[in-house]
Structure formats: structure tokens, C-alpha cells
Nanobody
Framework: QVSLVESGGGLVQAGGSLRLSCAAS????????MGWFRQAPGKEREFVAA????????NHADSVKGRFTISRDNAKNTVYLQMNSLQSEDTAIYYC?????????????????WGQGSQVTVSS
């Protein structure tokens, strides 16, 4: 049984930083692509960042490019999302997702497993 558990969310002032972690169990990550998505109140879930199986390829949504960075540590079976220069529009529930494939994707429908989400609230 695959389980993805996010942590590291919370309340932060605009301009601040947070690092989200996603710990996986039930599968080893070293052959799987991973992604981060977010959903703000009243909005659809949107792509944030994705990383391929070995971390060699990453892509980030235009809205977070230059501020957020996805990374992974396969030895720890964990994926991270470093979020800097946070803005009020980054407020959302952030979800970690696992894909049964090597290459990263930006569509939520390409992911097979999801975490329960971690709330990030940015105060202005």
C-alpha cells in the first residue's frame, strides 16, 4: 500500500520561506517521477513542480519559477519543495503526487498516488 505524507506547511508572512517534505512508503521512489500540486479555495488543482526519477529533469510552473525548487533524495524516499519569496497568492493546500513512470508530467491525471495535503497560508 502506497502512502505519501506531506509535512512542513504552516503560516508564514509574505516574503518568507517554507520547505515541504513528502515521505513515501510502500514503494521506493528511485524509479518514479514525483510532482507537487496545489489547490486554493474555490479554484481547481494546479501544477506546481515535477521531477523525474533521478532528479535530472525538473519543471516548475511559470507562477513559481525562480521562487520554488523541487528536489528529491531517493535514499530517504523523500521529495521536497523549497518555497521562497512566498506571496499571498501561494496560499493553498499543497499535494504531493507519485507517478508510475520515469518522466515527470504537469497534468494531475498522469499521477497515480496522492498525499493528503499540507496547508500553506501566506499572510500579507
Amino acid at each position: 500500500q502506497v502512502s505519501l505524507v506531506e509535512s512542513g506547511g504552516g503560516l508564514v508572512q509574505a516574503g518568507g520561506s517554507l520547505r515541504l517534505s513528502c515521505a513515501a512508503s510502500g514503494r521506493t521512489l528511485n524509479t518514479l517521477a514525483m510532482g507537487w500540486f496545489r489547490q486554493a479555495p474555490g479554484k481547481e488543482r494546479e501544477f506546481v513542480a515535477a521531477i523525474n526519477w533521478n532528479g535530472g529533469l525538473k519543471n516548475h510552473a511559470d507562477s513559481v519559477k525562480g521562487r520554488f525548487t523541487i528536489s528529491r533524495d531517493n535514499a530517504k524516499n523523500t521529495v521536497y519543495l523549497q518555497m521562497n519569496s512566498l506571496q499571498s497568492e501561494d496560499t493553498a493546500i499543497y499535494y504531493c503526487a507519485m507517478r508510475d513512470g520515469y518522466s515527470s508530467r504537469s497534468s494531475a491525471s498522469d499521477y497515480n498516488y496522492w498525499g493528503q495535503g499540507s496547508q500553506v497560508t501566506v499572510s500579507s
